[in-house]
């Protein structure tokens, strides 16, 4: 665990992918194949469930730091962490720093302690953190949580493995996509040049596009070189059939194959060897529904016949990256739109429905494709895709050629000028700058908190923003603050709908700080008449 927490520090002490690679190569290098499997497994966003509740590790934490819950709890809102409130709080340790392995530390410990009755689960947390130094108090608090993260990218994780197993990283990443348990097996496997199991459910890594910020002819050249389509708004996928089973996966290579039964009903009709790339979209009365609509699937782990109804959902193919077991990546783009057009329509018509193909926007010239892009919020997409005819499958956000392979030509992101109302601190570097905000606008001479952001400001900007917040709170709730209505920021997101579940009825997709707006008095700020009219919601 020592060595892990030493991990963690180097990976978070530093910003610099290199530094990030090789501190996690050299580690990787040199530990057991049981830790190097956990290690890789919580890097790349494994999360076993929190196995304490939260009341129970403060409560106990507490009692040991010998402080009453109130002074327990102003420490927990200075840090704004409370793995890391924790382990600062404890006593020292009283008995010899513990040896046992990470994956000692999981498996005879962390995956226990949820299945150990509630009356003696402060004596072990006690007797365990007794046996770590702070550093390793911390890692491990953030395992119980569930909180554990480190800004570390899963390509670095990758790279990282590559050198150490002597791999091509592209074979390293295919053997790391989908979901697999850590073992010392599955760290074998995973290294082993001779390796060739592979299981059938294994989508591919998936290939990103880049986006793209401006006028697309000075970046990408001829037109004639590009293939348009649109931006689906909804949630990327492969869809991979295989020995007779079929298995739906999420950009982040989660399973999601049970929240969308009539997609994996629809795919069953593909022959075995194929995987379908595309996004899972909510589809309503001919089109696409706005993805509010599509929110309320991605919550049910297995939705009833009622959701379903509700909230229907169609999977729209772009790309067929294998295709009677044969792996097709490496051809044109081209070539594999041709072969996904042909296997599509070769489907029974109830399946089509289901399982749609996503059509190319046509434009002579780059001034046509821009005047289409303008219409892409009226159709429920976010504007453009834009593929070269030629590109290959790759993995990752590569960019092999000076241009690109895949870019996305979003619209710009819609804005309202909204009035900062509450306020909450930030976590990890920025656990001590209130960096968490919440935005309101006005109806009926009120304000109406909209939307959360913690995003888009420079770290001037937050700390002026932060000293703000200090000098014109209003009352505290627990880590919360409520702030004077005095600054103006103009928000901005990429969608907007209609949501019940929300005070104000409305929500927003990504929303982030575009800039402050001291320029801006609070009576001036936008209304909540202004967003339903972006939404095309009445009143």
């Known amino acids: 665990?020592?060595?892990?927490?030493?991990?963690?520090?180097?990976?978070?002490?530093?910003?610099?992918?290199?530094?990030?690679?090789?501190?996690?190569?050299?580690?990787?290098?040199?530990?057991?194949?049981?830790?190097?499997?956990?290690?890789?497994?919580?890097?790349?966003?494994?999360?076993?469930?929190?196995?304490?509740?939260?009341?129970?590790?403060?409560?106990?934490?507490?009692?040991?730091?010998?402080?009453?819950?109130?002074?327990?709890?102003?420490s927990y809102q200075a840090v704004g962490d409370l793995a890391e409130t924790l382990a600062l709080l404890l006593p020292p340790p009283s008995r010899p720093?513990?040896?046992?392995?990470?994956?000692?530390?999981?498996?005879?410990?962390?995956?226990?302690?949820?299945a150990t009755p509630a009356v003696q689960?402060?004596?072990?947390?006690?007797?365990?953190?007794?046996?770590?130094?702070?550093?390793?108090?911390?890692?491990?608090?953030?395992?119980?949580?569930?909180?554990?993260?480190?800004?570390?990218?899963?390509?670095?994780?990758?790279?990282?493995?590559?050198?150490?197993?002597?791999?091509?990283?592209?074979?390293?990443?295919?053997?790391?996509?989908?979901?697999?348990?850590?073992?010392?097996?599955?760290?074998?496997?995973?290294?082993?040049?001779?390796?060739?199991?592979?299981?059938?459910?294994?989508?591919?890594?998936?290939?990103?596009?880049?986006?793209?910020?401006?006028?697309?002819?000075?970046?990408?050249?001829?037109?004639?070189?590009?293939?348009?389509?649109?931006?689906?708004?909804?949630?990327?996928?492969?869809?991979?059939?295989?020995?007779?089973?079929?298995?739906?996966?999420?950009?982040?290579?989660?399973?999601?194959?049970?929240?969308?039964?009539?997609?994996?009903?629809?795919?069953?009709?593909?022959?075995?060897?194929?995987?379908?790339?595309?996004?899972?979209?909510?589809?309503?009365?001919?089109?696409?529904?706005?993805?509010?609509?599509?929110?309320?699937?991605?919550?049910?782990?297995?939705?009833?016949?009622?959701a379903l109804a509700r909230a229907p959902v169609v999977f729209i193919a772009w790309d067929l990256l294998e295709d009677d077991g044969i792996d097709l990546r490496a051809r044109p783009w081209g070539q594999r739109r041709t072969a996904l057009e042909a296997r599509l329509e070769s489907l029974p018509v109830t399946a089509r429905r289901t399982l749609r193909l996503s059509c190319r926007v046509e434009g002579e010239d780059w001034d046509a494709l821009a005047r289409a892009r303008d219409s892409a919020r009226a159709r429920r997409v976010e504007g453009l895709m834009l593929k070269r005819v030629d590109s290959a499958y790759g993995i990752g956000r590569s960019k092999s050629a000076p241009e690109g392979e895949w870019w996305k030509w979003k619209l710009d992101p819609l804005s309202v000028d909204a009035v900062l109302v509450y306020a909450q601190r930030g976590h990890g570097r920025r656990a001590s700058l209130y960096t968490d905000y919440t935005f309101a606008v006005w109806h009926e001479g009120a304000l109406v908190p909209f939307a959360k952001a913690y995003s888009g400001l420079a770290d001037a900007e937050i700390r002026e923003v932060d000293a703000f917040i200090r000098r014109h709170t209003v009352e505290r709730f627990g880590p919360v603050r409520s702030v004077a209505p005095q600054l103006v920021c103009e928000i901005g997101f990429e969608g907007i709908g209609e949501s019940p579940r929300h005070k104000s009825g409305i929500a927003v997709r990504f929303p982030r700080i575009l800039r402050l707006r001291t320029d801006k008095p609070p009576q001036e700020a936008d209304t909540l008449a202004r967003l339903r009219e972006l939404a095309g919601v009445r009143a």
């Open 121 to 306: 689960v402060p004596g072990l947390l006690e007797a365990w953190w007794d046996e770590l130094d702070t550093a390793s108090r911390f890692v491990w608090n953030k395992l119980i949580t569930g909180g554990f993260r480190v800004g570390v990218s899963r390509q670095t994780v990758v790279q990282a493995v590559a050198v150490v197993a002597g791999l091509p990283t592209q074979v390293v990443a295919e053997r790391m996509a989908g979901d697999w348990t850590p073992s010392v097996r599955a760290w074998e496997t995973l290294i082993d040049p001779q390796a060739t199991e592979v299981p059938p459910s294994r989508p591919y890594p998936f290939f990103l596009a880049q986006s793209l910020t401006e006028a697309p002819q000075p970046v990408l050249g001829e037109r004639t070189r590009w293939a348009a389509e649109w931006k689906w708004d909804g949630i990327r996928a492969q869809l991979v059939c295989r020995a007779g089973e079929v298995h739906l996966w999420s950009r982040g290579e989660g399973s999601i194959t049970a929240r969308f039964p009539e997609v994996v009903a629809a795919a069953r009709a593909l022959p075995a060897g194929s995987v379908l790339d595309g996004e899972l979209v909510a589809w309503r009365d001919g089109g696409v529904a706005p993805f509010t609509l599509l929110q309320r699937r991605t919550g049910l782990v297995r939705p009833g016949a009622t």
């Open 97 to 114: 720093v513990s040896t046992l392995t990470l994956a000692q530390w999981v498996e005879q410990r962390l995956l226990v302690l949820r």
């Open 1 to 74: 665990m020592r060595e892990f927490a030493a991990l963690y520090a180097a990976l978070d002490a530093t910003t610099s992918t290199r530094a990030r690679r090789e501190a996690l190569a050299a580690y990787l290098a040199r530990t057991s194949a049981a830790d190097a499997a956990w290690a890789v497994w919580f890097l790349c966003g494994g999360k076993p469930r929190q196995a304490v509740p939260t009341r129970v590790l403060r409560e106990t934490g507490a009692r040991l730091a010998g402080l009453p819950d109130w002074l327990f709890e102003e």
